[in-house]
C-alpha cells in the first residue's frame, strides 16, 4: 500500500522547506517565512518536524514486516536489516557533513550536525525502537522521552548558569553539545545548535508519533471516519502541547517536549487534509505538482543545498568588495523590479520554481532516487 496523501505531505514540506531557506536576502524575510527568534512557532518552525514526522509515516508501511507486532514472535530482526538502516543513516548523516562543509572542508571548524544528520540519528533510534518494542511500548518511551526531557532541561544544573535556564547559551542541551561536540563543530561556531544530539532525542519522538499514526492508518477503512480521527488526534495534541508550553515554551532551537507535542498536531491536520482530499474524495490535480517534489524529495534538498552553497560561494567580478553571485542576481534583478523585500521573496519563489521543474523532469524520466 502506498499513500498518494504521503508524497504530497512529502512534496509540500520540500517545497516549503525550499521557499524559507533561499530568500533574496535574509536582511528582508517576511515574518511568517522565518523562524521564531527563540521561544514560539511560526509556520516555518513546522517545516522540519513536519519531514520527521513523514519519515516516521512512512517507515510504517517500509518496516512493517519487521516490527515486533507483526513478524514471529520467535524470530529476531534479521541483522542484515539493522545492517541496511545502518548504512542508510550513514549515507544521509555524510551527505549532511558534505552540505556542511561545502566548499571548503574546513575539518577543525566543520558543523557535525544538521538537518539531514538529525534524521539520520532520529531513523535509527526510531528503528531500533519499532523493531523491539509493541505499540504500547513505544507510546511508554515517547511519553518517558518528552518527560524526561522536561526534567532534564528544567532541573539539572549547568555550570555557570543553573538550573531551568533556557536561554541559547545557558541551556542543558547546548551544554551537552559544547562538551561533545566542541564549540566549533556547533552551527555558526555559536553556544548552540538548533539540530544538536541532545535535543535530537524528542525528535525522536517526533518520528515515533509518525510511525505509530502511520500504523494505525493502514489499519482504517478509507473513508471521512479516519481523516477525522486524525483530525481529533491532532487537536488533542495542541491541547496537551500549549498546556505545557505554559511551563515548558514552545521552541524549535531546543525541540522542547511542548514543541513536540504541538508540531505532531499540526502533523496529523496536514496529513488529515491530504487523506481526505487526496485518498477519501480522490481529488488528486491540485496535488500533482507536490507529489512530483515528494517523490524526490531527498534529491532535491541535496542539490537545492549545493546550488545555494555555490551561488554564495562564486564572486562576480575580481575585487574584495565584489558581490556573491547570489547577491548580483538578487539586486540586479529580484531587488531592481519587485524592491528589497518583494523582490526577496521573490527570489525565494523563482527557487522554488526552478527546483519543481527539475523535480517535473525527473518525474517523467521515471527517475526516483532513494537511499
Known sequence: MRLQALDVFRGIAIASMILVNNPGSWDFVYPLLNHAEWNGCTPTDLVFPFFLFIVGVAMAFSLLKYTKEYRDPETNVPESIYWRIAKRCGILFLLGLLLNGFPTYNLAQIRIMGVLQRISVAYFLAAIAIFNLSRKGLWILSAAILVGYWIAMQYIPVPGYGAGNLTPEGNFAAYIDRMILGQQHLWKGGVYDPEGLFSTFPAVVTVLAGYLTGNWIRKQPIRTYTSISLIVFGISCFVVGYLWAEIFPLNKSLWTSS????????????????????????????????????????????????????????????????????????????QSIFG????????????????????YFMYRQGWFVKV
Not at 265 to 278: H, K, N, P, Q
Not at 343 to 353: D, H, K, P, Y
Request: proline share 4%; charged share 10%.
Open 259 to 334: 514543541f513536540t507535542t504541538v508540531t505532531v498536531g499540526w502533523s496529523l491536520l496536514l496529513l488529515a487534509f491530504c487523506y481526505e482530499t487526496l485518498e477519501v474524495r480522490g481529488w488528486t490535480k491540485w496535488g500533482f505538482p507536490f507529489k512530483v517534489m515528494g517523490l524526490n524529495a531527498l534529491t532535491i534538498f541535496v542539490a537545492s543545498g549545493f546550488v545555494a552553497r555555490l551561488l554564495n560561494f562564486i564572486k562576480i567580478g575580481n575585487s574584495p568588495e565584489a558581490p556573491t553571485a547570489k547577491t548580483w542576481l538578487y539586486e540586479t534583478v529580484f
Open 340 to 359: 528589497p523585500m518583494n523582490g526577496s521573496l521573490a527570489f525565494a519563489i523563482a527557487t522554488l520554481l526552478f527546483w519543481w521543474v527539475i523535480s
